[in-house]
Each structure stands twice: as C-alpha cells, then as structure tokens.
C-alpha cells in the first residue's frame, strides 16, 4: 500500500512569508508525528497527534509553528512569519498507535524548506 | 530524560568487511530502540527495533544489534560491508508509556564503504 506522503517535496519562500507543509499518512494510522531535521542532525521531535488529537507539542520551537489535523489524516504544519533559522527538512510520520508494535513509525520522504 | 549518543559520527570500511556502529542510551524507562536509515535524497527507513523482547534482533539486510542493559548500548553491527549499506545510520530511543512513542534521535552515523 501506500506509505506517507508529504507535499510539497521542495519549498522555497522568502523570509516573512508563510507556509503550509503536509503530511498524508498511512491509511488507517492512528499517531502522527512531525519532525524537524537540520543538515548534519538528526531528526528531532516538534509534534504529535492521536486521530484529531494534538497530543503533545512540547517540541514546537515558537508560536509561529502550529499543526492540526483536523479529520484525523491529513495534517498541516504552518510556520508563519518565516525566518532563515527555519530552513530545514521536515518530516513526518505515522504510526498505528496501538499495543506492543503499534507505535513503530513509518516516515515520509520529507519536505525540505529553504528561507531565503 | 531520555538521549542517545551514537559515538562515531563517520565510519569508513572497505567492502566485505565487518561494520560496527555504536550507540549509547539514557533511559529512565523500559527503553524501545531502533536503528533507522537514510539514503541519500531518501526517507528514514527502519533497519530493526528492540521492544523488550530477544536482546539480539535482527533487521533488514543483514544488519543486527544487542541490546546490553549493562552497558546501555544498542550497537549495530554487520558481518559483512556492502557498496550499497553506504548511508547515514541514527539510533534512536522510544519512552514507551502505553501505547505512545516519541523518537529521540541521536545525531546519526556516516558509513561510508570503500571498494
């Protein structure tokens, strides 16, 4: 079947402008996470949901980020008033959300945003 | 709090020889961990995960770790390089708290596989 999709794959904007990055995950997946991966790092944790949900966003680095998921699949990462700092790949991913092995996590392929 | 701490940040082997990359864990819970992969201009891709089973779990193309509660470690290992397992490596640290799992990362390994 198909895995997580992310779109657009490449963003690049200029620095006050706003975006919306999203993530379609695995039909049928409960959790959806967003990361946050700068060049020559790993990946590191902004946000999460359990169907509609936003469970934890502890990892959001300002209240210029926000996500939803407003139906339980598709979700929307938003970065308003966009700085250079905020260039970076951003991924997502999704995970059954239940049990033992549920919460193994299946990531997109990424969006990678670039500020000028 | 949880952390990783993958030792090596470039490894370099030649081709047909073993493969060693080491992490260390912080855990103040029962930790899950995995080790991903990148390739390059690709996604992460789950190599194999360890969830409190066989401390000995064997992934996808040949690659297998131990975890070893005494030491914290969960290095990843594999008998034999190939061309192909030339990418970057993160072992990363799940909280398990009933059913939720956020990922800690640690900063990755290169390997890099001479002919």
């Known amino acids: 079947g198909a895995g997580v999709s992310q779109s657009p794959r490449y963003k690049v904007t200029k620095r006050g402008q706003d975006v919306a990055l999203r993530c379609d995950p695995i039909s049928g997946h409960v959790s959806l996470y967003w990361y946050r991966q700068a060049l020559g790092q790993g990946p590191e944790f902004l946000t999460y949901?359990?169907?509609?949900?936003?469970?934890?966003k502890s990892g959001l680095p300002n209240d210029r980020f926000s996500a939803e998921r407003p139906e339980g699949s598709i979700s929307t990462l938003t970065i308003q008033r966009t700085e250079q700092r905020d260039s970076a790949m951003y991924r997502c991913?999704?995970?059954?959300?239940?049990?033992?092995?549920?919460?193994?996590?299946?990531f997109g392929p990424g969006t990678r945003l670039t500020v000028t | 709090a949880q952390s990783v701490t993958q030792l090596d940040s470039h490894v370099s082997v030649s081709e047909g020889t073993p493969v060693l990359l080491r992490c260390n864990y912080s855990s103040s819970y029962s930790p899950s961990l995995f080790w991903y992969v990148q390739h390059p201009n690709k996604g992460l891709q789950l190599l194999l995960k360890?969830?409190?089973?066989?401390?000995l779990v064997k992934g996808i193309n040949g690659f297998e770790a131990e975890f070893k509660k005494s030491e914290t470690s969960f290095h990843l290992t594999k008998p034999s390089a190939h061309m192909s397992d030339a990418a970057e490596y993160f072992c990363v640290v799940s909280e398990v708290r009933g059913s939720q799992g956020n990922l800690i990362f640690g900063k990755g390994t290169k390997l890099s596989v001479k002919p």
């Open positions: 360890y969830t409190s089973a066989a401390t």
């Open positions: 949901f359990n169907y509609e949900a936003q469970q934890d």
């Open positions: 991913a999704s995970s059954l959300g239940r049990g033992q092995g549920g919460y193994e996590q299946y």
